[in-house]
């Protein structure tokens, strides 16, 4: 079994690299240069986007497809949704990779939906999708309910880089919920090596 994992320490790769921790199987890491991209992970993703990993070449890309993609690669783990589970778990996990992220990245290019078009987004509303997530939070100890899945790795990754660059409000139900994931083993591991790699990672 080979998996490569292509990740920059300051991008979504902090995610997967918590994932990969959880599922505890073995992984090489190809670290890249921003101004350099190798060629071999743009033979794999044309657009060089990273985490892109590749499974006994089998190519994944895009956080959240990632995520779902080892959690049955590696059913060992027991970070697939059971049957009572899989409708939430793929419900929030396409709402955080859609809706959600469209939100805060609109946000941060200042974009502003014209009044009366909210219904062509996907978010409604910036206001409506943060309370649509802390909703989700506030049901469960976890995103799909009393256990954890891989989707509160996707999930829980973009509150916890959200709430960091201030993009999403430090409410006390996402807070309490990252404090919860924190205690994880994986996350403390995937942590110590993404922030040990910064000191020697090319910057953008």
């Known amino acids: ?29 190809a670290l890249i240069d921003w101004s ?13 986007k990273v985490p892109t990993i590749v499974h006994d070449g089998a190519v ?4 959240a497809a990632i995520c779902a993609y080892l959690a049955e690669a590696f059913p060992a783990a027991g970070l697939a949704p059971r049957a009572n589970e899989r409708a939430a778990y793929l419900r929030w996990l396409f709402f955080a990779a859609g809706p959600l992220e469209a939100a805060m990245v609109d946000k ?23 309370d649509t997530l802390e909703h989700a939070v506030a049901a469960h100890d976890h995103i799909a309910g009393d256990r954890f899945t891989a989707a509160d790795v996707f999930v829980g990754g973009m509150v916890g880089w959200f709430t960091q660059f201030g993009l999403l409000e430090k409410r ?3 807070m309490r919920y990252l404090d919860r994931l924190h205690q994880r083993p994986a996350w403390q591991r995937a942590v110590a090596i993404d922030d040990a790699l910064l000191a020697e990672a090319p910057q953008r």
């Open 1 to 29: 079994m080979t998996l490569t994992f292509f990740t920059h320490p300051m991008s979504r790769g902090r995610t997967v690299r918590w994932m990969l921790e959880e599922v505890g199987e073995p992984y090489d890491t």
């Open 60 to 63: 994944v890309s895009e956080a």
């Open 108 to 130: 941060v290019l200042g974009v502003t939906v014209p009044e009366g078009k909210q219904g062509m987004v996907g978010y409604g509303s910036f206001d409506r999708a943060v």
């Open 172 to 174: 006390e139900t996402f």
């Open 36 to 48: 350099a991209k190798p060629a071999a992970l743009t033979e794999a993703n044309p657009m060089g």
